[in-house]
């Protein structure tokens, strides 16, 4: 080195750390599904993020407009594996609104029920993923086991674990099964205490604390602004969840609080999930109590026409990851002429950019790991 | 409601303190999982339980079965046809084959069904070694052991029947609604009498045709034997049938 014409020393004072972009994905371990994120990384620190979307697209839309409306109800099954109870009460509401029905109050409490199983099924799958996204493997496991429990409950409500093809245009397809109200408040007490146990694996671990908490911040006016829904945005101290401010089905006549932060960081969006999955529990009680009052013989599904009038509707509901809407232009066929679907990840996912400004290479799975990633739905 | 979590949490962490309440955690189940037994299932010994109602392979009550088609039509995944088979008279009957390959599992065949043939079975280990062993012939389909809790039944109530303040659970969606004929279409031609799977509709003569001198047919439609299937509307070359919907 001593021999080089040019002098080291002065070369290095001249150079520049260039900025470099890193591609995460698609197949990567903190991608959980099949999608990319670019970021550009100045040295050590992430100055720039870019997610790509689109290697599940299937054209479900564009399938949709060849089939009949109950034709349609097993396809939204399969949106999202982990939230698919909520895709097809969310498809069945919206025909129902197109067609101006009102379903009976038992079908409105089972889908109440059914819905907040979904929704713990949901949290709890994304609870395993930021275990493993964070190195805890036995927070993996303990939530998978609870979350068994929960899928031998839809089992028993409808014969199947996963793509349930439960709610109906017009309300359910089965009546409650013989003892379900009593294996549901079980199981609703059993998980109770379990979750405190995954509770002291996480948040009483300073390692699990210390990588999440003051990470990521997002304030309250720009997490408005850049259209964050659902528990990601209640984190950010954003007041709103449709289950209360713009009531579906009979969510306005249970009780339930509806959990805020102002933290704004990673870890205050981790804890809104936690709280989320008691208040279902509550609710899931509640509405136990309410359809055991309205007694075994009361209706459960209404005869609807099989063509739907022309028009266009919307409707929207509070998803396990956030805001999803389903907006249907008919045209007095008994087919959709057009069914639009809104995703709350493909919103929440291009959010990743200032999410993800300013914090470490190390970190980034564990703030993406908040916005539980769900490809089938974001792709279509 | 109360809120239960946000209460205690988030707790101001010891540091020297960093993992020994997560261990405590993990160590108590160790002591519960020393006393009590393992929870797995060995699987190819032992099976988990499977509740009546398991939406497992479709299954078919071959004698039941009129062969009307309704599996078919509804099939969202379009894996059922109807194939040609032998009854046990030795007659050519219309009974459905299944391509398990293509199968969704979602029940409607079971649920759509008017007579109550197709059902869901709990039969789940389908794997095969090709696909043509995946499809099912209509006695391959055939399941012996039909319970109540696998039958799915349309019980639907009517909004009208609501309205009257007299909400009644219905069985079927097929009792209600009804094929009829307008009579300035039909032409008599016979079709929707040959595609009749349970032989409801009657050609009956209505007069003679002035012109030709031939009898004028129109079909008369049994509403005792009428399924709704929709065979007849869907052949119809003039649309002289339709079912109107009672709601």
């Keep these: ?282 609710i899931i009680r509640q509405a136990v109590q309410k359809i055991q009052a309205l007694g075994k013989n009361a209706p459960y599904r209404i005869k609807t026409p099989t063509k739907v009038p022309a028009g266009t509707h919307f409707m929207r509901m509070e998803d396990p990851r956030g805001e999803s809407l389903m907006y249907l232009v008919s045209d007095g066929t008994d087919k959709p002429y057009r069914l639009k679907v809104r995703s709350p990840i493909f919103t929440n996912v291009s959010t990743s950019k200032v999410m993800c400004q300013g914090c470490r290479i190390a970190d980034v799975p564990a703030i993406l790991a908040q916005i539980d990633m769900c490809l089938g739905e974001t792709d279509r | 409601m109360t809120i239960k979590y946000l209460d205690k949490y988030p707790k101001n962490l010891a540091k020297s303190l960093w993992v020994l309440k997560p261990q405590w955690t993990v160590l108590k189940l160790f002591a519960k999982t020393v006393v009590h037994r393992p929870v797995t299932v060995l699987y190819p010994y032992e099976k988990e339980w499977v509740p009546e109602n398991y939406r497992g392979r479709p299954g078919l009550i071959f004698d039941k079965c009129v062969g009307c088609g309704m599996c078919a039509r509804m099939c969202p995944t379009a894996c059922i046809k109807l194939v040609d088979a032998e009854d046990d008279n030795g007659k050519t009957v219309k009974r459905p084959q299944v391509n398990l390959g293509r199968c969704a599992m979602c029940g409607y065949c079971a649920e759509y069904c008017p007579v109550d043939a197709m059902t869901v079975t709990p039969e789940y280990e389908l794997a095969e070694f090709t696909r043509f062993d995946l499809i099912y012939g209509p006695r391959r389909l055939n399941y012996e052991g039909t319970t109540e809790g696998m039958k799915v039944k349309l019980e639907v109530t009517l909004p009208s029947d609501i309205e009257n303040g007299n909400p009644e659970r219905r069985v079927s969606l097929f009792d209600l609604d009804r094929p009829e004929l307008i009579d300035s279409k039909c032409i008599g031609c016979k079709k929707c009498a040959k595609v009749c799977p349970v032989n409801a509709i009657e050609m009956v003569e209505k007069g003679v045709n002035e012109k030709t001198g031939k009898p004028i047919l129109r079909p008369v439609i049994d509403n005792g034997k009428c399924i709704c299937c929709s065979n007849c509307v869907d052949d119809c070359p003039k649309d002289a049938l339709e079912i109107k919907e009672v709601l």
């Design chain 1, 1 to 282: 080195m001593t021999d080089s014409i040019v002098p080291v020393k002065e070369i290095e004072e001249k150079m520049e750390t260039d900025k470099m972009w890193i591609i995460m994905g698609p197949q990567h371990p903190f991608s959980h599904g099949l999608w990319t994120l670019k970021i550009k990384v100045d040295g050590e620190i992430v100055v720039d993020a870019d997610p790509i979307v689109g290697y599940l697209h299937r054209g479900w839309e564009k399938e949709t407009e060849n089939r009949t409306y109950p034709k349609i109800i097993p396809m939204a099954d399969r949106l999202c594996y982990a939230a698919s109870m909520t895709y097809t009460h969310l498809y069945c509401m919206t025909v129902e609104k197109a067609l101006g029905i009102d379903i009976p109050e038992k079908a409105k409490y089972i889908r109440i029920v059914a819905d907040e199983v979904c929704r713990i099924n949901s949290h709890l799958m994304w609870l395993a993923a930021v275990g493993t996204d964070l190195g805890n493997l036995t927070v993996f496991l303990w939530a998978m086991r609870e979350r068994e429990y929960f899928l031998d409950l839809n089992v028993k409500l409808c014969g199947a674990r996963m793509t349930t093809n439960y709610p109906r245009i017009g309300g359910v397809r089965n009546d409650l099964t013989e003892l379900f109200e009593r294996d549901v408040i079980r199981t609703v007490d059993r998980f109770e205490k379990a979750l405190w146990d995954i509770i002291a694996l996480m948040d009483d671990s300073s390692i699990i604390v210390s990588r999440m908490k003051g990470i990521s911040y997002i304030s309250r006016e720009q997490c408005a602004n850049i259209g964050m829904t659902g528990p990601a945005m209640r984190g950010c101290g954003v007041d709103f969840d449709i289950r209360r401010d713009d009531p579906y089905d009979n969510y306005d006549k249970v009780d339930f609080e509806v959990p805020v932060l102002t933290a704004g960081d990673s870890y205050a969006r981790y804890m809104i999930r936690i709280e989320e999955m008691f208040q279902s529990c509550d």
